[in-house]
């Protein structure tokens, strides 16, 4: 009896020990995978510059200016060669490139030639309903932060609800320009002094509102005794003073350009020339608070939009005048971010993504002075949606030892395909509810795949389809069919020079019937309309894009236009105050540029032939 009581106990001792065994190995195990796990989430840098041509990059043809920093990416990484945007204006881009979906679909649209959100008070703006992918990436547990533009709108019913704030759209942090770069944001020198103007008119109208209220309580407690006439006096003098004060500033910088961190006004107006500083200021300072991954960092560049507000320490840097010397500080600010992911440690777990919203603004001068960008050989640019200038934007993909470094892609690709191969790398999943027009790139840049899963591309000018691209699966041939181009003026222009953007629908646009042909890999630049007697497969052509037009108008659900007029009409109820309305003039960003340390020359960077800011303090 003992002795088999002894073996029942070595037995279960033995059992205990095999299952605190098993159960270690089990959480072991288990860890290794979660940890596993979170190791195959990259970190993610989305890059997007603002009116920028795809013919003023080094690593795309231009050798007259110095883009090493984002020539580096295309070095270091992938190049896509027919990367185009869902449309040539800003806000309907970047809403097609916010949802993968194009921007007739999310009402991103007008019915007329004004398809832009116009003002920051306006009620016009991205629908919340609509999936971003930032959303998608905070599923998984990303830190999700935008630096810089947003254009998507802001408020909805009053000032300060802030109901379209990027926050409803997924992101975590926000410091940048609600609204976009106008010519009224440029460098104003009467600035400080209406700082200043607007801090004593408000102590002073303080001052007479506490005098009102306290003759009024004396009145009422017959503590004093002063006629109604004056504490009346002393309110309309209230009102007077603040109607004048709103009268005298009707300009726009006043109520559209002004910055935000989170969801307070830290400049109104801003100070233009110093907002790209403080914004890579603030973008550094997301990667260094979130290091430990994952993350998804949007920089949204206020470059190269017009005016150019640029710094005094690129003036005089480049031979294309204030365009080249605001495209060469950007390319700099692109430098600063690269490198901050270097010191950090990020650089092989970090996928980052290099791209503009549309083609550059031909029409964009000052004088006989050219302001706006370069599209290289392609036709029209910025609001131009149907011809490759306005739409051909540069697309390149850096992430160490995950992409293959130089490989050049020649496949359509799009804008809208970031939010599904950023679902791909987060290990989250599109929306199921709705059409996603984008498709997941990582099984193309990684060479998994040598075609593009996109066989037609459909080129929207606000509502109105101008043309359709079209790459068959077993050729060689891009075809592009237009059905309405704009009327470029003066004649033989490339561009609208007369109407500063070209416009949608109208007079000012002819229509094809039957459309015209391009062959885009023998007529980059579409100068020469292919005919039946040029091309033998002109008719199936067009009857092919013909149908593609009917089965993609079938799959498009009828929403309400957020770009229409009564929604893109300026309301006094919701411009956007840092004080209280209408002195709303502020500045707590004073100084904040310091510290950024800018180039006094250009040498060689470490390891390459390229020139390299370097800087020279700090």
């Given at each position: 009896?003992?002795?088999?009581?002894?073996?029942?106990?070595?037995?279960?001792?033995?059992?205990?020990?095999?299952?605190?065994?098993?159960?270690?190995?089990?959480?072991?195990?288990?860890?290794?995978?979660?940890?596993?796990?979170?190791?195959?989430?990259?970190?993610?840098?989305?890059?997007?510059?603002?009116?920028?041509?795809?013919?003023?990059?080094?690593?795309?043809?231009?050798?007259?200016?110095?883009?090493?920093?984002?020539?580096?990416l295309a070095r270091e990484g992938v190049q896509l060669t027919q990367h185009i945007?869902?449309?040539?204006?800003?806000?309907?881009?970047?809403?097609?490139?916010?949802?993968?979906?194009?921007?007739?679909?999310?009402?991103?649209?007008?019915?007329?030639?004004?398809?832009?959100?116009?003002?920051?008070?306006?009620?016009?703006?991205?629908?919340?309903?609509?999936?971003?992918?930032?959303?998608?990436?905070?599923?998984?547990?990303?830190?999700?932060?935008?630096?810089?533009?947003?254009?998507?709108?802001?408020?909805?019913?009053?000032?300060?609800?802030?109901?379209?704030?990027?926050?409803?759209?997924?992101?975590?942090?926000?410091?940048?320009?609600?609204?976009?770069?106008?010519?009224?944001?440029?460098v104003d020198h009467s600035r400080d002094t209406e700082l200043a103007i607007t801090?004593?008119?408000?102590?002073?109208?303080?001052?007479?509102?506490?005098?009102?209220?306290?003759?009024?309580?004396?009145?009422?407690?017959?503590?004093?005794?002063?006629?109604?006439?004056?504490?009346?006096?002393?309110?309309?003098?209230?009102?007077?003073?603040?109607?004048?004060?709103?009268?005298?500033?009707?300009?726009?910088?006043?109520?559209?350009?002004?910055?935000?961190?989170?969801?307070?006004?830290?400049?109104?107006?801003?100070?233009?020339?110093?907002?790209?500083?403080?914004?890579?200021?603030?973008?550094?300072?997301?990667?260094?608070?979130?290091?430990?991954?994952?993350?998804?960092?949007?920089?949204?560049?206020?470059?190269?939009?017009?005016?150019?507000?640029?710094?005094?320490?690129?003036?005089?840097?480049?031979?294309?005048?204030?365009?080249?010397?605001?495209?060469?500080?950007?390319?700099?600010?692109?430098?600063?971010?690269?490198?901050?992911?270097?010191?950090?440690?990020?650089?092989?777990?970090?996928?980052?993504?290099?791209?503009?919203?549309?083609?550059?603004?031909?029409?964009?001068?000052?004088?006989?002075?050219?302001?706006?960008?370069?599209?290289?050989?392609?036709?029209?640019?910025?609001?131009?949606?149907?011809?490759?200038?306005?739409?051909?934007?540069?697309?390149?993909?850096?992430?160490?030892?995950?992409?293959?470094?130089?490989?050049?892609?020649?496949?359509?690709?799009?804008?809208?395909?970031?939010?599904?191969?950023?679902?791909?790398?987060?290990?989250?999943?599109?929306?199921?509810?709705?059409?996603?027009?984008?498709?997941?790139?990582?099984?193309?840049?990684?060479?998994?795949?040598?075609?593009?899963?996109?066989?037609?591309?459909?080129?929207?000018?606000?509502?109105?389809?101008?043309?359709?691209?079209?790459?068959?699966?077993?050729?060689?041939?891009?075809?592009?069919?237009?059905?309405?181009?704009?009327?470029?003026?003066?004649?033989?222009?490339?561009?609208?020079?007369?109407?500063?953007?070209?416009?949608?629908?109208?007079?000012?646009?002819?229509?094809?019937?039957?459309?015209?042909?391009?062959?885009?890999?023998?007529?980059?630049?579409?100068?020469?309309?292919?005919?039946?007697?040029?091309?033998?497969?002109?008719?199936?052509?067009?009857?092919?894009?013909?149908?593609?037009?009917?089965?993609?108008?079938?799959?498009?659900?009828?929403?309400?236009?957020?770009?229409?007029?009564?929604?893109?009409?300026?309301?006094?109820?919701?411009?956007?105050?840092?004080?209280?309305?209408?002195?709303?003039?502020?500045?707590?960003?004073?100084?904040?540029?310091?510290?950024?340390?800018?180039?006094?020359?250009?040498?060689?960077?470490?390891?390459?032939?390229?020139?390299?800011?370097?800087?020279?303090?700090?």
């Open positions: 009896m003992d002795n088999t009581t002894d073996r029942q106990q070595v037995d279960n001792t033995t059992d205990r020990r095999c299952l605190v065994s098993l159960s270690s190995m089990w959480f072991l195990l288990s860890m290794g995978q979660s940890q596993r796990a979170e190791d195959d989430k990259p970190n993610i840098v989305l890059i997007l510059a603002d009116d920028f041509g795809i013919g003023d990059l080094g690593c795309y043809g231009n050798d007259t200016i110095r883009t090493p920093n984002i020539d580096s945007a869902a449309e040539s204006m800003c806000t309907p881009s970047r809403s097609a490139l916010l949802t993968g979906r194009y921007p007739i679909r999310t009402g991103m649209v007008s019915n007329g030639n004004i398809h832009v959100i116009q003002h920051l008070g306006v009620p016009a703006a991205l629908p919340n309903n609509e999936t971003t992918f930032a959303e998608v990436v905070k599923s998984q547990g990303y830190s999700t932060g935008i630096i810089g533009k947003w254009h998507l709108g802001l408020n909805c019913l009053f000032r300060g609800d802030h109901c379209h704030h990027p926050y409803n759209h997924g992101f975590d942090y926000f410091y940048g320009m609600p609204y976009t770069l106008i010519e009224p944001c440029g801090h004593n008119v408000w102590l002073i109208v303080q001052l007479i509102m506490v005098a009102a209220l306290t003759l009024t309580v004396g009145k009422l407690t017959h503590m004093i005794c002063v006629p109604w006439s004056l504490i009346l006096f002393m309110v309309l003098l209230i009102f007077l003073l603040g109607y004048s004060w709103f009268s005298s500033f009707t300009d726009s910088r006043y109520w559209d350009c002004l910055l935000m961190r989170e969801h307070e006004i830290t400049e109104q107006p801003m100070k233009a020339e110093r907002a790209g500083s403080i914004m890579v200021k603030e973008a550094i300072s997301f990667l260094e608070r979130h290091r430990e991954g994952p993350f998804l960092l949007f920089y949204s560049f206020l470059h190269v939009h017009v005016p150019l507000p640029t710094t005094k320490d690129f003036i005089g840097t480049s031979k294309h005048g204030l365009y080249g010397i605001y495209l060469e500080e950007m390319d700099f600010f692109v430098g600063k971010l690269l490198a901050a992911i270097d010191d950090l440690g990020l650089r092989n777990h970090t996928l980052v993504y290099f791209t503009s919203d549309h083609g550059g603004q031909l029409e964009a001068s000052l004088g006989h002075v050219q302001l706006g960008g370069w599209n290289g050989i392609f036709k029209g640019g910025k609001g131009v949606s149907g011809f490759e200038g306005g739409i051909r934007v540069p697309g390149l993909f850096q992430w160490p030892g995950k992409l293959p470094a130089g490989k050049v892609i020649d496949e359509p690709t799009s804008l809208m395909d970031i939010l599904p191969t950023v679902a791909a790398l987060s290990g989250g999943i599109v929306p199921q509810d709705r059409v996603i027009d984008g498709r997941n790139l990582l099984p193309l840049l990684q060479g998994e795949v040598q075609r593009s899963e996109h066989e037609f591309l459909f080129h929207y000018c606000s509502k109105f389809l101008q043309a359709v691209r079209w790459s068959p699966k077993d050729s060689a041939a891009v075809w592009k069919v237009h059905y309405v181009t704009p009327v470029f003026n003066p004649p033989g222009a490339h561009a609208c020079y007369e109407t500063t953007y070209c416009q949608c629908v109208g007079e000012n646009v002819t229509y094809h019937d039957p459309p015209l042909l391009f062959d885009l890999s023998r007529d980059p630049s579409e100068s020469t309309p292919l005919t039946n007697d040029t091309e033998p497969f002109h008719d199936l052509v067009i009857r092919t894009v013909a149908n593609a037009v009917l089965e993609h108008k079938k799959s498009i659900t009828p929403v309400a236009f957020q770009l229409r007029k009564e929604m893109n009409q300026e309301f006094v109820s919701l411009m956007s105050c840092c004080g209280v309305f209408p002195f709303c003039l502020c500045d707590k960003e004073e100084g904040q540029e310091g510290n950024i340390c800018f180039p006094s020359s250009f040498v060689n960077r470490k390891g390459s032939g390229e020139k390299y800011p370097h800087k020279v303090n700090g």
